[in-house]
């Protein structure tokens, strides 16, 4: 087998913006068209833009390659490049074994054929031989969990039936290189999960993978390697964890550390935002953090006038944007006891315990309430900062010696006690 599974070569795509819209037109309009086609082509003066401009990397065989960057950075352009749906204007790419594509729910199925006549035809069109396919029917069928209507034509399923037959036929059909853009977004949630573990196993039999996605959960779990890409160009290219941590904090002055200048800071007439930052087990700034050590809060604000007590607090979201818990200090000396005559500069610290999150990337929304004033809001910034919480796969966490994927977005060491039954107490039950 070759090295190589894909190679990018310095690949650019131009569109033009505002392509001429056919119509039905007369016989003297067409000829009157063709006579102008060449003068025309001379002076287009429609906008141009790149989608991709000189995009160079190989992947090897084997590797599952999440493609990742915000809209319109040029992922499913690059896709259908390499689907062989559209050529690149300048550059080239070559690409070693059978492709399998799912660029969007349903494609290359034919709306008058049956589930199954759609099965057959996706496998020769792919350059399966019909025992190939056979073979994989049945287990096609069943993870698609469409076996009552796989006689039916395909225009009459639901949306859903659609997705879990088109991505079965993508994932089982035996394809050397396996493009996905973006379906695992579509469907229940336990579709989703089942196909997550399904692309797993994908690339456990080192079949090649590249998957887009703006879910950096998927792609934290399924990929290896990550490419990000800006605006056309290729920004970063490295291990998944490494790349998410670019992407998730693009824009931001420091995933550890965020500072204001006092005109600038969120405030109110009472107090003003200073810093935030997350400290590691020694006290110092730090955007990742190994999952069996402790993290700290940070939060440094001037209070301006007497007259209130003031309460910090954060809600912290994972990567999918679900909210994991909020903190605030609510002891009862702190909100009773608190002087109302300070002004000054405080910090406020708690501590997130080692063993509770699970790797990942993580979000803050950080704010500063009046309590006893019906928890009135002086300042709420949303998107504060991200930290990235990582396992080394190593030593004492809640991991163990398991090396699988493990589900969830909280991982606790919790306490375990085991004792034996006596043969005379089990045989009641």
């Not at 090649?208 to 970063?236: E, F, P, Y």
Request: proline share 4%; hydrophobic share 40%.
């Amino acid at each position: 087998m070759s090295k190589l599974a894909i190679r990018i070569e310095n690949v650019s795509k131009q569109y033009r913006i505002g392509g001429l819209q056919q119509t039905n037109r007369t016989l003297r309009e067409a000829l009157t068209d063709s006579f102008k086609m060449p003068f025309r082509r001379l002076k287009d003066t429609r906008p141009q833009f790149w989608a991709l401009q000189d995009v160079s990397f190989d992947i090897h065989p084997g590797e599952v390659v999440g493609l990742i960057g915000r809209n319109g950075a040029g992922k499913s352009t690059l896709l259908k490049i390499l689907s062989r749906i559209t050529e690149p204007t300048h550059g080239s790419l070559t690409l070693y074994g059978r492709v399998g594509s799912l660029l969007e729910v349903g494609t290359g199925f034919h709306p008058e054929l049956t589930g199954r006549e759609n099965v057959f035809m996706n496998g020769a069109i792919l350059g399966m031989k019909r025992r190939e396919i056979s073979r994989k029917f049945d287990e096609i069928v069943a993870f698609a969990e469409i076996e009552k209507f796989i006689d039916t034509p395909v225009k009459f399923y639901s949306s859903g039936m659609y997705l879990r037959l088109a991505f079965s036929v993508a994932a089982h059909l035996e394809t050397e290189i396996l493009l996905v853009d973006e379906v695992l977004a579509v469907g229940d949630m336990n579709f989703q999960r089942k196909s997550l573990n399904k692309m797993e196993s994908v690339g456990r039999e080192g079949r090649t993978v590249v998957l887009v996605s703006h879910n950096m959960g998927a792609i934290s779990r399924l990929c290896s390697r990550a490419v990000l890409l800006d605006g056309g160009r290729l920004k970063a290219d490295g291990d998944a964890p490494s790349v998410v941590n670019l992407y998730l904090s693009d824009g931001q002055e420091t995933t550890g550390e965020r500072t204001w200048e006092p005109a600038k800071a969120p405030s109110s007439d009472y107090v003003r935002l200073v810093a935030v930052r997350v400290l590691d087990q020694t006290s110092r700034v730090s955007d990742t953090f190994d999952i069996r050590q402790p993290i700290t809060f940070e939060i440094e604000y001037d209070v301006l006038r007497e007259g209130k007590r003031l309460s910090p607090y954060f809600t912290l979201y994972n990567e999918e944007g679900v909210p994991l818990f909020s903190s605030a200090d609510l002891a009862p000396d702190f909100i009773y006891e608190q002087e109302l005559t300070f002004t000054g500069r405080r910090i406020s610290r708690c501590v997130i315990p080692a063993h509770l999150l699970a790797e990942g990337m993580f979000t803050m929304h950080v704010g500063l309430s009046a309590i006893l004033d019906h928890n009135a809001a002086q300042f709420n910034v949303p998107d504060c900062m991200r930290f990235q919480v990582i396992d080394p796969m190593e030593g004492d966490s809640a991991r163990g010696v398991y090396g699988g994927a493990m589900i969830g977005v909280m991982r606790p060491k919790l306490a375990w006690q085991h004792e034996p039954v006596a043969a005379a107490d089990a045989a009641k039950f």
